[in-house]
């Protein structure tokens, strides 16, 4: 972050124009943060359903993208106790060969993020009001509008309230709003106490999806070092009892999430392995109200595909997985991942064999610079719940991240 100023002509101009209960430009601004990031992303994904070969020499499907995201934040002091936050982002999804070419010029800075924060360090609380990001377990980069109070009067503790009326489902992307599944479509109530005792931290939610469903949580981690060799075991549990009204109609079940791993950090080598399930056989479930949430769910593709949806599936799923990576100079990484299972149906439905493997490489060329990318590649046996239709799915990723 850095402090804006004025420059002395703009401050003599600013002070010019001010009038007699008016505030001058500078002591307006005087006390602003300002920070923000810029990203570049190529994608290309290329996926073989069957044995139909198309004219092009691809299988089924192809495209690649070219996505643009930009965010500029402010933070302003407006008074005691009080401040002010804006965000305002710049987001295009550009199709490339393949899906119909197109550069984008017409888009522009909109408002991401708008609230007012108030701040009684007297009571350690924290109350905020408008236009941000969720920021729960059941959420990645959601923004809802409402309220959040936050208060650390006892050390190691946080508890939070939080009420939403609504969020930018559409506009997201990654919402549960498909297959009839519109929970991130109702208003959002809940609690949360967070505890960081080091080496033991946990983590306990809850909130009601108003005519959805009441949502639960818990994580819990506990760390520990072994003579050069540091190590994280941690455990997460996600659940839900959904609408009898909506379970009826729908078809679906209460959702149950249940994830462990361990992590390690030896010298210049980090390892992580663990196993996921959750979903119903014969009834469609959910664990998470957009994207993968803040949940155990390593990979870039298994838990986007048909069946393994944490934002609602039909199918039972049961994944174990691991990871290796290596850092060189403490700026270059190279790592590989596999996570590999099973989604099963109810009987006469075949069920889907899943394994993906990644190569992951990533370079942090200064504080603020990084670049990165991998390859997957995910095969699904019996695609789609139809026998003897297998999938392979590549799908590659470069990034250029800038934060300031």
Same mark, same amino acid.
Request: charged share 20%.
């Given at each position: 972050m850095k402090?804006?100023?004025?420059?002395?002509?703009?401050?003599?101009?600013?002070?010019?124009?001010?009038?007699?209960n008016?505030?001058?430009?500078?002591?307006?601004?005087?006390?602003?943060?300002?920070s923000?990031?810029?990203?570049?992303?190529?994608?290309?994904?290329?996926?073989? @359903?069957?044995?139909?070969?198309?004219?092009?020499?691809?299988?089924?499907t192809k495209?690649n993208?070219h996505?643009?995201k930009?965010?500029?934040?402010?933070k302003?002091a407006l008074?005691?106790?009080?401040?002010?936050f804006?965000?305002?982002?710049?987001s295009?999804?550009?199709a490339?060969?393949?899906?119909?070419n197109?550069?984008?010029?017409n888009?522009?800075?909109?408002?991401?993020?708008?609230?007012?924060?108030?701040?009684?360090?007297a009571?350690? *609380?924290?109350? *905020?009001?408008?236009?941000?990001?969720v920021?729960? @377990?059941?959420?990645?980069?959601?923004?809802? *509008?409402?309220?959040?109070?936050?208060?650390? &009067?006892?050390?190691g503790?946080t508890?939070?309230?939080?009420?939403?009326?609504?969020?930018?489902?559409?506009?997201?992307?990654?919402?549960?709003?498909?297959?009839?599944?519109?929970i991130?479509?109702?208003?959002l109530?809940?609690g949360?106490?967070?505890?960081d005792?080091?080496?033991?931290?946990?983590? $306990?939610?809850?909130?009601? &999806?108003n005519?959805?469903?009441?949502?639960?949580a818990v994580?819990?981690s506990?760390?520990?070092?072994?003579?050069?060799?540091?190590f994280? @075991?941690?455990?997460?549990?996600?659940?839900?009892?959904?609408? &009898?009204?909506k379970?009826?109609?729908?078809?679906?079940?209460?959702?149950?999430?249940?994830?462990?791993? @361990?992590q390690a950090?030896?010298?210049?080598?980090?390892?992580?392995?663990g $196993?996921?399930g959750?979903g119903?056989?014969d009834?469609?479930?959910l664990v998470?109200l957009?994207?993968k949430?803040?949940?155990i769910a390593?990979?870039?593709? $298994?838990?986007?595909?048909?069946?393994?949806k944490?934002?609602g599936?039909?199918?039972e799923?049961?994944?174990?997985?691991?990871?290796l990576?290596?850092?060189f100079?403490?700026?270059?990484?190279?790592?590989?991942?596999?996570i590999?299972g099973?989604?099963?149906?109810?009987?006469?439905?075949?069920?889907?064999d899943?394994n993906e493997y990644i190569?992951?490489? &990533?370079?942090?060329?200064?504080p603020?610079?990084?670049?990165s990318?991998?390859?997957?590649?995910?095969?699904e046996?019996n695609?789609?719940?139809v026998?003897?239709q297998?999938?392979?799915?590549?799908?590659?990723?470069?990034?250029?991240?800038?934060?300031?």
């Amino acid at each position: 972050m850095k402090l804006v100023k004025l420059s002395l002509v703009a401050a003599l101009a600013a002070g010019a124009f001010s009038a007699a209960n008016a505030v001058s430009l500078e002591e307006a601004i005087k006390d602003v943060d300002v920070s923000g990031m810029f990203r570049y992303r190529f994608e290309s994904d290329r996926q073989e @359903i069957g044995n139909a070969v198309q004219a092009e020499g691809y299988n089924n499907t192809k495209e690649n993208k070219h996505r643009f995201k930009s965010q500029l934040n402010f933070k302003a002091a407006l008074d005691d106790n009080f401040k002010a936050f804006v965000q305002f982002q710049y987001s295009t999804n550009e199709a490339g060969f393949g899906t119909g070419n197109q550069t984008v010029t017409n888009k522009t800075f909109n408002v991401q993020q708008a609230y007012l924060e108030y701040t009684n360090e007297a009571y350690a *609380t924290n109350v *905020t009001f408008g236009k941000m990001e969720v920021g729960s @377990i059941w959420t990645d980069d959601l923004v809802g *509008t409402g309220a959040k109070v936050v208060n650390n &009067s006892i050390e190691g503790l946080t508890f939070a309230g939080y009420w939403f009326d609504s969020f930018n489902a559409e506009d997201d992307g990654d919402t549960a709003i498909e297959d009839g599944i519109n929970i991130a479509k109702s208003s959002l109530y809940g609690g949360a106490v967070l505890g960081d005792f080091d080496p033991f931290a946990f983590q $306990i939610w809850a909130a009601y &999806s108003n005519n959805w469903a009441f949502l639960y949580a818990v994580d819990a981690s506990y760390k520990f070092a072994f003579n050069d060799a540091n190590f994280k @075991i941690q455990a997460q549990y996600l659940g839900n009892s959904v609408d &009898s009204e909506k379970e009826k109609r729908l078809n679906l079940d209460n959702g149950n999430f249940y994830a462990a791993q @361990i992590q390690a950090n030896i010298s210049a080598f980090d390892f992580q392995a663990g $196993i996921v399930g959750y979903g119903e056989k014969d009834k469609g479930s959910l664990v998470v109200l957009e994207d993968k949430g803040r949940v155990i769910a390593p990979g870039e593709q $298994i838990f986007y595909s048909d069946g393994s949806k944490l934002t609602g599936s039909v199918g039972e799923n049961f994944f174990y997985f691991a990871g290796l990576g290596y850092t060189f100079a403490e700026t270059l990484r190279v790592g590989f991942d596999y996570i590999g299972g099973k989604t099963e149906y109810t009987a006469g439905t075949p069920d889907t064999d899943k394994n993906e493997y990644i190569a992951r490489v &990533s370079y942090k060329y200064s504080p603020k610079l990084t670049f990165s990318g991998f390859y997957s590649y995910l095969t699904e046996d019996n695609h789609n719940r139809v026998k003897d239709q297998d999938a392979d799915d590549q799908f590659i990723r470069l990034e250029a991240l800038y934060k300031f």
